[in-house]
């Protein structure tokens, strides 16, 4: 079992159950796990994409924890359940709709006057809790049918991952050149992309394998990356978001974000869910739900109950994962010795 490898995570399910959809922990957002006691939560690296780069954060990449990574005792490497079709309704690549089309241009000429949101504000409630490798520092997260992919940052230690989400186990690791900073990545097509921080590019590879097909020159700081039907949406750590065409990554369009009727800065790791953009706010617990016609935020879910306890003040929630079957949130953050299942959609909870 799992308990035994995740000393402090509050609670542990196996991943049969979590393949099949059956009995999950009981965790609840009041019982957040404890610090993982991993001394990489505390050697003053450099942090996220927005911190200047640490010349002291040079070395090889951190090996998973071999206490994890244990293929023998714990990782059946279950393969992705092919019949496992996500519903029609539940496809986050859904298409943006014509009339939603027409509504952001006359958006963009200025010719409609966008109405006040109230901004629905709640807190998570946790349906499950798994383990994270606590090398990770997360920068994106994403489903490939029952598989995570992972995508990890910091100069010399980056990689794109393939990892079990039931135990934790990371499967397959393709390092990223030790000058690469890796960033946000998404599936599109049947294609993975990996943004990179500065490095001018986003690296196609194979989701399966995380072989690398091909490179799409970049011109932006990468951070968050989603696909949202015929485009692909990134963030840079501003108030902005960015619409791509995913072949060429060429901009087409920006949305600003608001919520209440001010710009939200630091828009980090995203995720496209039923048509609609979900984005974690830069160094807080936020994620927001966001209107990708007027870029309003909609929904507020406050994570801060959920983050562990001791974590470093970098290491913060980074990594948004919708599972299509399922229909939950798995969210995770840089370094964390836990994964969440947050039930969805969120309701019922407001926050205090
Ligand atoms: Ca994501």
Known sequence: ????????VASCSS???????GARNGGTADTPATESGDSNTSDGG????????????????????????DPGQINPDVPDDPSIAPPADADPNAAVDPDAEDAANALEAGGVDIPDVEVLRIQPRV??????????????????????????????????????????????TQPLAAEEFGQGLTVH??????????????????PATLDEVSRIPYDAEGWGICSLGDRIVTSDGTDQLQYRDPASLQLISTLAVTIDGEPLDRLNELECIDGLIWA??????????????????????DASAIVPDGVGDEDVLNGIAFHRTARTMFVTGKRWNVMYELEYPFEDAPAS
Request: net charge negative; aromatic share 6%; proline share 6%.
């Open 1 to 8: 079992m799992l308990c035994a490898l995740t000393l402090l």
């Open 15 to 21: 991943l049969d159950d979590f393949e099949t959809g």
């Open 46 to 69: 450099s942090g996220d994409g927005n911190v200047p780069d640490d010349p002291s954060v040079t070395g090889e990449q951190a090996p998973d924890d071999p206490s994890i990574v």
């Open 127 to 172: 349906i499950g809790t798994y383990p994270h490798a606590t090398q990770a520092f997360t920068q994106g997260l994403e489903f490939d049918g029952n598989q995570l992919l992972e995508s990890t940052g910091l100069y010399g230690e980056s990689s794109r991952r393939r990892v079990n989400p039931g135990s934790g186990v990371v499967q397959i």
């Open 189 to 206: 097509n049947g294609n993975l992309i990996q943004l990179t921080w500065k490095e001018g590019v986003a690296i196609v590879a194979d």
């Open 280 to 301: 974690n706010v830069w160094l807080t617990a936020d994620i927001v739900q966001i209107d990708p016609i007027t870029g309003q935020v909609l929904t507020l879910i």
